[in-house]
């Protein structure tokens, strides 16, 4: 199975401040037809998990433009250009590759 | 508007069975690939299951294959998760998603889950 790692676990952020997490696979996610099989995920307290970031860099239908995903390989990076309060939560990662699809352990994301 | 609504969670003993049920609405079912994805509590998101447009292809976690069976009916646009011999480890929020219809596995639209708790 491909393994999932994150960083950080935690991360207090300051609302108009960039933010940034990192996520790497145990194997690449770069498939031959050139795209990378990452995404991001946000679950907001007590909500379901959203669709932030499919395919990398991507963004979901509604996702704001204040996140960007980057990356190939094995590692990636979530960057939140300039945080709000909405966007405090869990983030995770997942390879969307090949079964089982994997998730990272997550990164909680709270105000300072 | 994209809807799935999970139910059929509640408390059984170990060695037990449920079925979940994951009702679709706002997209025509047939359409889609399907996934159950599931978050003990406290924890993190673990994927349990997929399954293609028309049923005849299924894909299961280590963990739970053989035990579990995911299945379809495209006519009452409906997903299910049948678990069987349960343990204290299944334990979680099951949440059905949406597969996004593209290369891979991401998940566009997520249920709100529907919580199996196994204790005796």
């Known amino acids: 199975d491909i393994v999932m790692t994150q960083s950080p676990l935690s991360l207090p952020v300051t609302p108009g401040e960039p933010a940034s997490i990192s996520c790497r696979s145990s194997?690449?996610?770069?498939?031959?037809?050139?795209?990378?099989?990452l995404d991001w995920y946000l679950q907001k307290p007590g909500q379901s998990p959203q669709l932030l970031i499919y395919?990398?860099?991507n963004r979901a239908s509604g996702v704001p433009d204040r996140f960007s995903g980057s990356g190939s390989g094995t590692d990636f990076t979530l960057k939140i250009s300039r945080v709000e309060a909405e966007d405090v939560g869990i983030y995770y990662c997942?390879?969307?590759?090949?079964?089982?699809?994997?998730f990272g352990p997550g990164t909680k994301v709270d105000i300072k | 508007e994209v809807q799935l609504v999970e139910s059929g969670g509640g408390l059984v003993q170990p060695g037990g069975s449920l079925r979940l049920s994951c009702a679709a609405s706002?997209?025509?079912?047939?359409?889609?690939?399907m996934h159950w994805v599931r978050q003990p509590p406290g924890k993190g998101l673990v994927w349990v299951s997929r399954?293609?447009?028309?049923?005849?292809?299924?894909w299961y976690a280590d963990s739970v294959k053989g035990r579990f069976t995911i299945s379809r009916d495209n006519a009452k646009n409906t997903l299910y998760l049948q678990m069987n011999s349960l343990r204290a480890e299944d334990t979680a929020l099951y949440y059905c998603?949406?597969?996004?219809?593209?290369?891979?596995?991401?998940?566009?639209?997520w249920g709100q889950g529907t919580l199996v708790t196994v204790s005796s």
């Open positions: 395919l990398a860099s």
């Open positions: 706002g997209f025509r079912l047939s359409d889609y690939w």
């Open positions: 998603a949406r597969d996004a219809d593209g290369p891979g596995g991401t998940s566009d639209y």
């Open positions: 399954i293609n447009n028309d049923g005849s292809g299924t």
């Open positions: 194997q690449s996610l770069l498939h031959s037809d050139g795209n990378n099989y």
């Open positions: 997942m390879q969307a590759q090949q079964t089982p699809f994997t």
